[in-house]
């Protein structure tokens, strides 16, 4: 998130403990953990709000695609064709001959 180092965060310590004293500081700190614990509680739930929604019109667009693309029907037609194809040509070939 945001790139702060060892310094920056010293330097943060050093003017909080100045400006709201040593007697609140621990109290400020408890505040501000709960808040940024809070706002990240909050990040994560949206992030993965938004994906769900992503993925559920992910699968919606694919099954609307598949649905355009070959009906389930057209797909069941095909399979049957050459499987009644190849009966009557086996059993024209066992059929004896006339004669």
Do not use: C
Not at 23 to 32: G, N, T
Not at 72 to 95: H, K, V, Y
């Amino acid at each position: 998130m945001v790139d702060w180092g060892f310094w920056e965060f010293i330097l943060i310590a050093v003017v909080a403990l100045v400006v709201i004293g040593p007697e609140r500081l621990p109290r400020v700190a408890r505040m501000a953990g709960m808040w940024v614990g809070k706002a990240r509680r909050t990040l994560a739930s949206v992030k993965h709000e938004i994906d769900r929604e992503l993925h559920t019109e992910e699968l919606n667009r694919v099954l609307d695609e598949q649905r355009h693309s070959r009906p389930l029907e057209t797909i069941l037609e095909e399979s049957e064709r050459p499987a009644a194809a190849s009966d009557t040509r086996d059993g024209a070939e066992r059929t004896p001959p006339r004669g």
